[in-house]
């Protein structure tokens, strides 16, 4: 999940960082966001192809879909999947949370396995994790420092790996590895190199993940394209369109706008 800001926000807003060792195989990304707006703050929330837990400290949010199949959603910390749908999130202009990501057999570890099967909408984490992700939140709330905060979140998502019975095969694990370098290795590329049939391949890699291999390699390189958009002023459309692998600008249009809700310049 990655925020394309829709209003400008005024006032304060900072981001801090974080990765722990014993978690760097597994983690993303480790940040704590706290806004202090001086009024109500929206944005679009697109998939990134990658599990985002968000612990919500303070003041909920709310999720809305930018297409109305469902009704918007106030969450205080929620799960949304790697192919959630795209997003509108508003809150009234205070808000704190820790936001974590993660590859999807990451998460098939941490939560064994109950994420594969989840929508494509925000899950309430409370649903997800129960007394156990209440009393993290009771105790984050009591913490005086984020650095503090970090460290309860760092030993809660420990004992979550460390223990759930599932562990993902090394094999998937590799093969997410190379369709996050690139986007655009041939899956029949990737059976081939594990000695495995396409079929068993597509179905491991599937009940791991929730996603096929080749609808990941989609939303991976649909985030690969936002970032050099968003990092990167000088490269134009079709400049990003060819370094992510895409036939030109309009197979890149079309890709935000089916997976992402929005246009590549907006």
């Not at 999940?1 to 960082?17: D, V």
């Not at 400290?57 to 205080?76: K, Q, T």
């Not at 979550?160 to 899956?187: H, Y």
């Not at 396409?198 to 993940?209: A, G, I, L, Q």
Request: net charge positive; charged share 20%; with cysteine.
């Amino acid at each position: 999940m990655e925020t394309r800001q829709t209003t400008p926000p005024r006032g304060r807003q900072r981001a801090l960082h974080d990765m722990p060792h014993c978690l760097q195989g597994r983690l993303r990304s480790l940040r704590a966001l706290e806004y202090a707006l001086r009024e109500p703050f929206q944005s679009l929330q697109i998939p990134s192809g990658r599990v985002a837990l968000v612990i919500g400290i303070g003041d909920s949010i709310e999720m809305a879909p930018v297409r109305p199949r469902n009704r918007p959603a106030s969450f205080g910390s929620f799960l949304a999947t790697a192919d959630h749908s795209p997003l509108v999130a508003r809150h009234q202009g205070s808000r704190a949370c820790l936001e974590i990501t993660m590859p999807p057999w990451a998460a098939y570890e941490c939560f064994g396995g109950a994420n594969v099967d989840l929508s494509n909408t925000p899950v309430a984490l409370t649903e997800l994790l129960g007394m156990s992700f209440e009393r993290l939140i009771d105790r984050l709330h009591a913490c005086k420092t984020w650095a503090a905060r970090f460290e309860l979140t760092e030993t809660f998502l420990t004992q979550r790996f460390n223990n759930n019975p599932r562990f993902a095969r090394s094999e998937i694990r590799w093969a997410w590895q190379q369709l996050d370098a690139s986007g655009s290795v041939p899956v029949t590329d990737l059976s081939r190199t594990l000695g495995w049939s396409h079929r068993h391949f597509v179905c491991c890699f599937r009940n791991t993940t929730g996603l096929t291999p080749k609808t990941a390699s989609r939303y991976l390189r649909l985030e690969r394209a936002r970032r050099l958009l968003e990092t990167d002023s000088n490269d134009t459309l079709c400049t990003v369109a060819a370094r992510c692998g895409y036939s030109d600008q309009a197979h890149l249009a079309r890709e935000f706008h089916a997976l992402g809700g929005c246009t590549p310049d907006n």
